[in-house]
């Protein structure tokens, strides 16, 4: 093969390697420990189906609706834990959360949960209350309530959302984590993001839309 050619044959190649996919072709990690190190599986292998799944839950939002893995089953949601008296972290987590409604409105295979740690004080009365004062309209934004224990749980076990540290407290150890948690139809974990932090609220939108158009 003469110089030119193989000149030739090397600019081509890194120009396609210098390609940016499109959003279709990127495919998300699975997140399968708490230390959330990030795995990427083709969905017909066998560790595909040992990943990591959210077990059963059932808790009440701020119209009085129970809301269970069925709820979310075959659907992307996004999970975070606050409560209404938290004056720190909180708002700035509500306020990325609407971002991440409003990107999603009409979409109604979008959901997003988001948790009380004070369930006690958090009833639905004060849920739905505190949704009018934040402007909660996407009614696939849930608000929830319910058996504290339950809500740890699911927390630090089923969405490692208090990252390997909390993994193994109990429910008499408060939880308060800026995590937002992506899980896709399957009720596989498929991102982590800090909740107070914008671009990385940004990056959430952006993997929504990637898990939208992925192939079960």
């Not at 949601?77 to 306020?95: A, L, S």
């Not at 949960?113 to 934004?141: C, F, G, M, Q």
């Not at 076990?157 to 993994?167: H, L, R, S, T, V």
């Amino acid at each position: 093969m003469g110089n030119n050619k193989v000149i030739l044959l090397i600019l081509l190649l890194t120009a396609l390697a210098c390609t940016p996919k499109k959003p279709a072709d990127v495919k998300l990690p699975y997140f399968n420990t708490p230390d959330f190190t990030p795995i990427w599986l083709d969905k017909s292998t066998a560790e595909y189906q040992n990943l990591h799944t959210i077990p059963a839950f059932s808790f009440t939002d701020q119209n009085g609706n129970s809301i269970t893995n069925q709820t979310v089953n075959n659907k992307i949601y996004v999970v975070d834990f606050f409560f209404t008296r938290c004056q720190n972290i909180c708002p700035k987590m509500t306020g990325n959360m609407a971002k991440v409604s409003a990107a999603f409105i009409g979409h109604p295979n979008i959901l997003m949960l988001s948790h009380s740690v004070t369930p006690e004080l958090d009833n639905i009365a004060v849920l739905r209350n505190y949704a009018k004062l934040k402007n909660v309209t996407n009614p696939n934004w849930h608000l929830l309530t319910g058996d504290k224990k339950q809500i740890y749980d699911i927390a630090r076990k089923g969405y490692f959302a208090d990252n390997a540290i909390g993994y193994n407290k109990d429910f008499n150890e408060f939880l308060h984590t800026e995590n937002f948690i992506l899980v896709d139809g399957q009720h596989h974990i498929r991102g982590v993001y800090n909740g107070t932090i914008d671009f990385e609220i940004d990056n959430l939108i952006r993997h929504i839309k990637i898990l939208e158009k992925e192939v079960d």
